[in-house]
């Protein structure tokens, strides 16, 4: 593990920055469930961490391997950063929606139904409605994210890691 604690450094990074982002968002008080608020804020969240995890990968290839780094070593590399990451997160969001304000997930769910009523047929609200409930509950959430976390940071390292230089160490001085 030691050759790793670049990105648990980096994944603990990561995991306050996106919190932190999370705290503007609720300070600010912004509809995280509008479509553009929750377009941004994916893509925002989804770049940042891929940006961080090739960092990781770059910084452990040439501080731990010394300019060389195996495919399974980058992919480790931004695996671990992604798991510290995403298991931070998830537990502030657990934190948050059951100690921090308990009633926020469903004030802005509330805002949410109010800006689109009229907009789509009340079917359609229901159903998203009873969907976006039970994406919310806290304890849902947190279980979910068990298993989610690991399953994409496996694919987003693995797609990432395929695109690391693996090899710095014959490279010509500019």
């Known amino acids: 593990m030691k050759n790793f604690q ?76 992604m798991i510290v990451s995403g298991y931070l997160g998830a537990l502030y969001n657990y934190v948050f929606s059951t100690a921090i304000d308990p009633g926020y997930i469903q004030g802005q769910l509330s805002n949410f139904i109010d800006s689109m009523e009229g907009k789509i047929p009340e079917d359609a609200l229901d159903k998203m409605i009873e969907s976006m409930e039970k994406n919310t509950d806290p304890s849902r959430s947190l279980l979910r994210s068990a298993w989610i976390t690991p399953v994409f940071a496996l694919i987003v390292s693995a797609i990432a890691a395929a695109f690391i230089k693996k090899d710095k160490t014959n490279e010509f001085p500019a």
């Open 6 to 81: 670049i990105s648990v450094k980096f994944g603990l990074i990561t995991g306050i920055v996106l919190i932190l982002y999370s705290v503007i968002l609720y300070l600010t008080n912004v509809n995280i469930f509008s479509p553009m608020v929750s377009i941004t804020s994916m893509l925002v969240n989804f770049v940042f961490l891929i940006v961080m995890a090739v960092i990781a990968m770059n910084k452990t290839r040439d501080e731990v391997f010394g300019g060389k780094i195996s495919y399974l070593n980058a992919l480790l590399a931004g695996f671990i950063l």
